[in-house]
């Protein structure tokens, strides 16, 4: 199994950046691809941004390609979202994932607002 948590989380006014951490655990060997989804109330989670372990990052959704950067730290087992240019529409709360959703973290509230 492969153990998430993330962080960096908070409120945030609009126009401005948030950086997100999110630290594996466990099962490193099984993992090939982290990535960051979103989700808000009554909706589906959304995917916002991919990378394969081996670095290469595999896209991000049209809605923040430009303003949001994910990026890895091998040596800490750790991924990064870099969130700039933050809108009300970001708003969510941020899950990190293994492997297209194999394991997921508890999450982190990200509000954007004046």
């Known amino acids: 199994q492969v153990q998430l948590v993330e962080s960096g989380g908070g409120l945030v006014q609009p126009g401005g950046s948030l950086r997100l951490s999110c630290v594996a655990s466990g099962r490193i060997d099984t993992i090939t691809r982290m990535g960051w989804y979103r989700q808000t109330p009554g909706n589906e989670r959304e995917f916002v941004a991919v990378?394969?372990?081996?670095?290469?990052?595999?896209g991000y959704s049209d809605s923040v390609r430009g303003r949001f950067t994910i990026s890895r730290n091998s040596a800490k087992n750790t991924i990064y979202l870099q969130m700039n240019a933050l809108k009300s529409e970001d708003s969510a709360v941020y899950y990190c994932?293994?492997?297209?959703?194999?394991?997921w973290g508890q999450g982190t509230q990200v509000t954007v607002s004046s």
């Open positions: 990378l394969r372990w081996s670095g290469d990052i595999d």
């Open positions: 994932c293994v492997n297209s959703g194999a394991y």
